[in-house]
């Protein structure tokens, strides 16, 4: 059985066709925020085969195998989670791990994951089959022996999609030192580090007064106080943007804001670390250091012309065995609901204040937030500076970037903003394999400005829809975060 993958795959007109294959499909990929590891790609790291590669770290699959039935063993290659001839041996278990995601993935009518797997397998293994227990096998084969090619290493995985730039996630503690080896060795993909404080923003989670420490000691700044904590943030960021970083993200899963005064933070952040574990962090207190600390990042990040990311919405780890056995990051986080528009409000108008607020993405997770995020992003928009959708409407995140997902965010910012000014999609994703997503939003992207041309609610304009399409896929993104 063939794939659905074909030159017509999501396109539904011919303008649509055209806007794909004569734009949209020459753009080099800017990924400006995933979940990669530096050190595979500084190692140029090659792979053992396909479950390393596909089932490695992914919990966007991991959850599908889940949903199918399948044991841990299968689905993360954890042993001794569930009893399932735990005798055999690791090359066997990847084996039956690879069929069972092959079962899976024909069982995923109507998901995106379905759409990737086989934009994945044509775009880097030239396979035009759909996966099925029946071609399994062939599939696992063919790709393992290419796997072992050199052109399938980390990085020549990255240039088998024109990745031309990527923003990996990194702690303020962390040395970089992979991303500076990339610098030094690699000409022509950038890997970029991405400044995401969020441990410094959890003043009321178990063990934030030893990473307190950790921050001091790599800032050799004591750190005492609310003034010398946010001098070790300053030291550290600039020596993220020696590194090359111009992207900044915050993960806001709770409140984040209390209206307060230095005096008060300095007596919640001295509490905590004089007390250590044994402290009683109130949610009013945790959310006023929280804002006041994220609205002085904020215009730390003006100064140096960084983009903020606010990722907002994930209700994490609701599974409490799971989390025991696993850890976080393996597939049980899920959709938050809070009513957090007036805290963002608050904290995106104390940096406009004095015109501190920098170029700021707004992404939701609940998708009954985005209309309110994208209106909340027009009020900030004027600046001095010329900067063209300086407060973005985040691409479809996580939970929502599906076929249905990336529509209504595509809709969202065309009606209550400016479609023309969009930074385009991101992967945010663990795998290497997973930059055709791009494509996937690429397509989505075509087909909808077809669609309003053919059903004559926008003039057939080749050369200017052309170029706008050109400048979401990739152009908005190279000057928004001023990559060069």
């Known amino acids: 059985m063939r794939s659905i993958i074909d030159e017509y795959f999501l396109l539904h007109s011919k303008t649509a066709c055209k806007l794909f294959n004569e734009h949209a499909d020459k753009m080099p990929i800017i990924d400006y925020h995933n979940h990669l590891s530096p050190q595979e790609i500084a190692e140029d790291k090659m792979y053992e085969n396909m479950t390393e590669l596909w089932l490695g770290g992914d919990h966007y699959k991991w959850r599908a195998m889940r949903a199918r039935g399948y044991s841990e063993e299968l689905v993360t290659g954890r042993r001794n989670v569930t009893a399932v001839d735990s005798f055999i041996d690791e090359e066997e278990l990847d084996y039956r791990r690879f069929l069972a995601y092959a079962d899976t ?12 797997t086989h934009l994945e397998l044509k775009r880097y293994f030239d396979i035009d089959d759909a996966l099925t227990p029946d071609t399994a096998d062939y599939i696992w084969d063919k790709c393992n022996q290419l796997l072992k090619k050199e052109e399938f290493s980390a990085r020549g995985l990255l240039r088998k999609q024109k990745v031309e730039t990527l923003c990996t996630t990194d702690d303020p503690i962390d040395d970089l030192k992979y991303h500076k080896q990339i610098a030094q060795e690699v000409d022509d993909i950038s890997v970029r580090p991405s400044f ?3 441990n410094v923003l959890s003043i009321e989670s178990a063990g934030f007064c030893d990473y307190i420490a950790k921050l001091a000691e790599v800032s050799q ?4 106080d609310i003034e010398s904590l946010l001098e070790a943030l ?9 590194a090359g970083c111009r992207v900044t993200d915050h993960s806001l899963e709770t409140d984040f804001y209390r209206d307060t005064d230095i005096t008060s933070v300095n007596s919640i952040l001295k509490k905590r670390l004089s007390e250590g574990e044994s402290t009683s962090i109130t949610l009013d207190e945790a959310a006023a250091f929280r804002g006041y600390v994220l609205i002085e990042l904020g215009k730390m990040y003006a100064d140096r012309e960084l983009a903020m990311q606010l990722h907002i919405g994930a209700l994490r780890n609701n599974s409490n065995r799971m989390l025991k056995v696993l850890g976080v990051d393996t597939g049980f986080d899920s959709i938050a609901d809070f009513n957090y528009m007036p805290q963002l409000s608050a904290i995106m108008n104390k940096m406009d204040e004095k015109d501190q607020l920098p170029r700021t993405i707004l992404y939701y997770l609940n998708p009954k937030d985005a209309t309110a995020l994208s209106t909340l992003a027009g009020c900030f928009q004027g600046n001095n500076k010329g900067i063209r959708g300086k407060i973005q409407l985040g691409s479809a995140w996580w939970f929502n970037d599906h076929k249905f997902g990336i529509e209504q965010q595509l809709q969202v910012l065309s009606d209550t903003g400016l479609l023309s000014t969009f930074v385009g999609m991101l992967t945010d994703s ?3 394999l997973s ?6 939003f690429r397509r989505i992207l075509c087909d909808r400005i077809g669609t309003l041309v053919e059903k004559n609610e926008y003039p057939y304009d080749m050369v200017f829809l052309g170029e706008m399409v050109e400048n979401i896929c990739y152009n908005n993104a190279k000057d928004y975060f ?3």
């Open 105 to 116: 993935v024909q069982n995923l009518i109507g998901n995106p994951i379905y759409h990737w």
């Open 196 to 198: 995401r404080p969020g």
């Open 221 to 224: 700044i004591e750190i005492t």
């Open 234 to 242: 300053k030291k550290r960021l600039d020596y993220f943007v020696e």
């Open 430 to 432: 663990r795998s290497f």
């Open 435 to 440: 930059f055709p997503r791009h494509e996937y």
């Open 482 to 484: 001023d990559f060069d």
